[in-house]
């Protein structure tokens, strides 16, 4: 072995050392000057980059884990590392595509799912989080910290039923956690504010008796005047929408689908001289203006009725606490 080498060797070996050790600022100085002697190591350029992020920092560790996906760019652990530090620097977008990368390469990857989830989370795209989160617990059931991030993604939707059951999966795994318990205890407090609110149905009262009922369910019957102002609401939003559907479909058909056809015959005919074609653009933007404002109040209207629905839902559930 020629004395370079072995230069190298121990200049690796210091740096593992400290490393187990956590001495992090001294692995630092130890892999840097092996990647003088020898850069073409990616292994040494992970260990640097990892050992630079146990330091906080994360850009210097981003270049490190540049370098060795430079040098091997099969290996999974760089890319999957990027995406967690772009997670912890707000960049999500720029997160998800390094551990999509890195997934492609390492299909088992716990940490790259776990942290495709966050990047999810934090887009605000949450079938897609608990989808990636999800996927943590099939290749670790035990995996206490994904139920938690589960609890947590529900408690975003305001599911604050499914954000306590998962809670308490976390804590079957890890009993006595405070970070869990404390999510726990805020989430009942919210579901106990939930039932006492006062909303458009008045104030809910939690101790009343359940009513005889005949259905096969065991909600409580609701009372005549409760049934009369939940169907006559539940009416007008639908007519509401009905209206703003039919609105939107009869401009569709009529005056917007005359200015489209318009600028298709004159586009395919080749008149498209400068001052009618531009008076037909502008036809064309207001048309399409028009159609996504009717396509906005459709889905307002849509949006009242599902939020009634809710409420109605909601009313139900605290009746039964």
Not at 173 to 185: Q, T
Not at 195 to 203: H, L, Q, T, V, Y
């Amino acid at each position: 072995m020629s004395e370079l080498k072995a230069d190298y060797e121990d200049l690796k070996f210091a740096g593992v050392e400290a490393y187990k050790k956590r001495q992090f600022p001294q692995a630092i100085e130890f892999f840097t000057q092996a990647t003088e002697l020898d850069s073409s190591d990616p292994v040494v350029w992970e260990l640097l980059g990892t050992s630079q992020l146990r330091s906080s920092l994360l850009h210097d560790a981003v270049d490190s884990f540049q370098q060795a996906i430079e040098k091997n760019p099969h290996r999974s652990n760089s890319y999957i590392n990027i995406g967690a530090i772009f997670n912890r620097l707000g960049e999500f977008d720029k997160a998800i595509d390094f551990l999509q990368r890195g997934l492609q390469r390492d299909k088992r990857s716990i940490e790259g799912y776990y942290n495709l989830g966050l990047a999810y989370r934090r887009l605000d795209d949450f079938e897609l989080a608990i989808t990636a989160i999800k996927q943590v617990l099939r290749l670790n059931p035990l995996e206490w910290d994904a139920f938690y991030q589960l609890g947590k993604i529900y408690r975003d939707q305001g599911k604050t039923n499914l954000e306590i059951k998962y809670y308490h999966k976390a804590l079957d795994l890890e009993p006595g956690n405070k970070r869990v318990l404390k999510s726990l205890e805020l989430a009942k407090r919210q579901r106990t504010a939930q039932a006492e609110e006062i909303n458009a149905f008045g104030r809910l009262v939690d101790d009343a008796p359940l009513r005889q009922t005949n259905s096969t369910t065991m909600l409580p019957a609701l009372t005549v005047p409760e049934r009369l102002h939940d169907r006559e609401i539940v009416r007008l939003c639908a007519i509401a929408a009905e209206y703003a559907a039919v609105d939107y479909m009869e401009f569709l058909q009529g005056e917007g689908r005359q200015i489209l056809d318009k600028l298709k015959t004159r586009v395919s005919s080749g008149k498209s001289y400068s001052s009618s074609l531009r008076e037909l653009h502008q036809d064309y933007r207001k048309t399409a203006r028009d159609i996504a404002a009717r396509r906005t109040l459709v889905n307002q209207k849509m949006l009242q009725l599902q939020n009634h629905e809710n409420q109605v839902l909601a009313q139900m559930e605290a009746k039964l606490q």
